[in-house]
């Protein structure tokens, strides 16, 4: 009997203490990719912002004589840090040639005005419509787009002098042509042209005048 009465009392005393719950500790969620569930591992995810592409303004003139005085003229150039990226300029009519895959405009003859990424640039091909084919020469031409700017490059001036077949390759014997080739530079009267020509553009205009045959140590032409 004294044990049950013993027992009874330590109950009632247990029943009267107040329990405090431990405060839970706050736990950092990681976000998991399918991927990662699947194998067991937590992958933190952290957001970018994407990259802004800058660009600027060229503004400029071509000037093609003899057999390059033709329905259009073809330039082909590639960024000198990136060569895969191909732009190209067709000058005149471009009704018959269409690039696909290629970064492509057309402009009239004299002078022009285009936006391209900023960064250096190097035309590698010249090309004339003759017949049906093309006639294609090799050149190197380097010039430079600053960001935000007009960039006045010059005057491209090209004689053609010459017709002629190449023979190898393919096709085996294709069309080509001798060339002179020169820049001209007429930067004060093309500021007052484009000033005239393009009022709403208010950018700094600056001379980055195209070069010849220019190859820097490490880049292939």
């Not at 699947?38 to 600027?56: M, N, Q």
């Not at 484009?194 to 032409?221: H, T, W």
Request: proline fraction near 6%.
């Amino acid at each position: 009997m004294k044990l049950l009465i013993i027992i009874l009392g330590l109950a009632f005393g247990l029943s009267g203490c107040s329990v405090v719950p431990k405060a839970k500790t706050p736990v950092s969620t990681v976000s998991r990719s399918p991927l990662a569930s699947a194998s067991g591992i937590s992958v933190a995810h952290t957001s970018y912002a994407p990259k802004l592409l800058l660009k600027g303004f060229v503004f400029g003139k071509t000037d093609f004589e003899g057999i390059l005085k033709t329905t259009y003229v073809r330039l082909v150039f590639i960024n000198r840090s990136n060569p895969s990226e191909v732009h190209v300029l067709i000058v005149g009519d471009k009704s018959k040639q269409n690039p696909l895959g290629w970064n492509s405009e057309t402009v009239e003859p004299g002078y022009f005005f285009i936006e391209l990424p900023a960064g250096a640039y190097r035309i590698i091909k010249v090309a004339i419509p003759v017949g049906a084919a093309m006639a294609e020469e090799n050149t190197n031409v380097v010039f430079k787009v600053d960001p935000s700017k007009v960039n006045y490059v010059g005057t491209l001036h090209m004689v053609g002098t010459k017709e002629k077949l190449k023979l190898g390759g393919i096709p085996v014997i294709k069309p080509g042509f001798d060339y002179t080739i020169d820049v001209v530079d007429d930067y004060l009267e093309s500021a007052k042209i484009f000033a005239l020509k393009y009022p709403e553009k208010n950018g700094q205009f600056i001379n980055n005048l195209m070069k010849i045959n220019v190859i820097e140590e490490g880049e292939s032409r």
